[in-house]
């Protein structure tokens, strides 16, 4: 058989596996809105870490981030060092209080249902707006990974961007559609051991076959002689724009949904050394397969990539048997579907349960919705999104980390300070929230567009939010003790030591 025939079968069986998963997930997902967007709050701490790792990292971990070290050198790691602070501080505080608020506050299962419960908003409009929020970020968010899964089958196997866009979109949207939550979370799982085994063995047998540390570092020096410097090429602008995609892991509405959905606010702590053990190896390893790629292609200059964002690609089909590295490029399409799994739930959500629902219930026709009707129409709300992010990824001249970069800045700078305050600071209105959710979100948008400095659109997106929901809360803060009561509630359960 042909290098190419093995490679197809690997991958062939990977969605086979990624499907029965979902078909798994279907059987035990009943007609419970709760369960099929929050698996009943019954996610293990493991499950839990692996599942919002393998959400997170997407496409830009095996294509976005080598690729970036690759081109320009460790400048470009300070992405990966500000994600791993701020992954730690989001599972550290962030994860057990959003854990028990949500619980405490009329058992929300998503974010804006929370702040709406939280913030006492009677008008519906904290709610709505977070909703609209949620589609639109979230929709540049997932044609991100298509336009990954395309520029992925165009590199590995020849096939046109388009059809293999259209392939990751159709299985992705298939085990999601029917497996909703708990499909997502499960395939994450599989897909997330998948991703690490393969950021380890990549460069570790691209190491030997270069010849060893010393021969790889010493080529590396003369293509890049600044390589390992983490200023040296980066301006200071420019280093804490990228240390800066840290904040945006407070307001990421896909993975702070798996705090939500831990069996107890204990079991954050367990979560949080597996999430971060996984994080931080898999980061090595993306920014070890740039590094030892400089010296394997400098040596071999007639194999080099013609992208740098296919770099890991490149090196696995050249590393492995074919078949196993189809298995290899498999952990590719499984960081590009387990983020596209993950957002669909979540825009689904925002449609049924934060924008359908309020309809419904406005025009007098949530008594004859059931259950059941909500799951429907949340599988529905799967199949629009994807639909309109294959639409808007038909471009493939759009870089990766580009598109994610634009998304997570949006959901950080809207969610992440309302959700920081929400939690810990009990004087925040709902007046306050849904100015500052406003504000973050347009600044970060204006920002993006027709930036005044080259300084990332979360920075200054974050802090106007911040200022914007301090200053409108102080001025609409009245005192109700029926909040009070609640928040000291969430921080007891929170802080209450395990049994």
């Known amino acids: ?267 954050a702590t367990t979560a949080r050394r597996f999430g971060i053990g996984w994080m931080v190896v898999s980061a090595v390893g993306a920014i070890a397969t740039a590094f030892i790629g400089i010296a394997y292609f400098a040596l071999n200059p007639e194999r080099a990539p013609k992208d740098p964002e296919t770099v890991f690609l490149v090196l696995a089909q050249i590393m492995f048997h074919p078949f196993v590295a ?20 979540v825009c689904s959500s925002a449609l049924v349960e934060d924008l359908f629902k309020i309809f419904a219930e406005r025009t007098g026709r949530a008594p004859t919705i059931s259950d059941a009707m909500y799951v429907r129409l949340g599988r529905l709300g799967v199949l629009i999104v994807a639909v309109i992010a294959v639409l808007l990824a038909i471009d493939p001249s759009d870089s990766i980390l580009d598109l994610v970069g634009f998304a997570w800045a949006g959901f950080g700078a809207s969610f992440g300070p309302v959700v920081i305050l929400s939690l810990f600071w009990r004087k925040l209105t709902h007046a306050g929230a849904l100015a500052g959710l406003i504000v973050g979100a347009a600044v970060a948008f204006i920002w993006g567009q027709w930036p005044p400095v080259d300084l990332y659109e979360i920075v200054p997106g974050f802090i106007a939010n911040v200022i914007v929901a301090v200053g409108v809360s102080l001025a609409t803060y009245k005192d109700d003790p029926s909040v009070d009561e609640e928040f000291d509630r969430a921080a007891a359960l929170a802080a209450k030591q395990p049994a």
């Open 1 to 267: 058989m042909s290098d190419q025939t093995y490679q197809t079968i690997a991958v062939t069986l990977y969605f086979a596996a990624m499907l029965c998963i979902g078909w798994v997930a279907y059987t035990r997902t009943r007609d419970s809105l709760d369960d099929y967007m929050l698996a009943g709050r019954g996610l293990k701490p493991w499950v839990a870490a692996l599942s919002a790792g393998a959400s997170d990292m997407s496409g830009w971990l095996l294509m976005g981030l080598p690729g970036a070290v690759y081109a320009k050198g460790l400048v470009e790691a300070w992405i990966a060092i500000g994600l791993t602070v701020g992954a730690w501080l989001n599972w550290k505080f962030v994860a057990p209080r959003l854990r028990s608020y949500t619980e405490v506050a009329g058992n929300s299962i998503t974010i804006p249902s929370f702040l709406e419960h939280r913030l006492r908003d009677q008008s519906r409009s904290l709610r709505i707006v977070c909703g609209l929020i949620i589609l639109i970020f979230f929709t540049f968010y997932v044609s991100s990974g298509m336009v990954a899964a395309g520029k992925f089958f165009d590199s590995t196997f020849g096939v046109q961007y388009m059809h293999g866009m259209l392939i990751v979109a159709v299985v992705t949207m298939i085990y999601t559609l029917f497996g909703g939550f708990l499909g997502a979370t499960l395939t994450d799982v599989a897909q997330g051991l998948l991703m690490l085994a393969a950021l380890v063995a990549v460069p570790i047998v691209a190491l030997i076959n270069v010849g060893g540390p010393s021969i790889t570092i010493d080529t590396v020096e003369k293509v890049n002689p600044d390589f390992f410097s983490l200023f040296a090429g980066g301006t200071a602008l420019g280093i804490i724009s990228a240390a800066a995609w840290g904040l945006g892991y407070f307001g990421q509405p896909h993975i702070i949904v798996r705090f939500m959905a831990l069996r107890t606010p204990q079991e």
């Open 326 to 345: 189809g298995l290899v490029l498999a952990a590719v399409l499984a960081a590009v579907m387990s983020t596209i799994s993950s957002q669909l739930v």
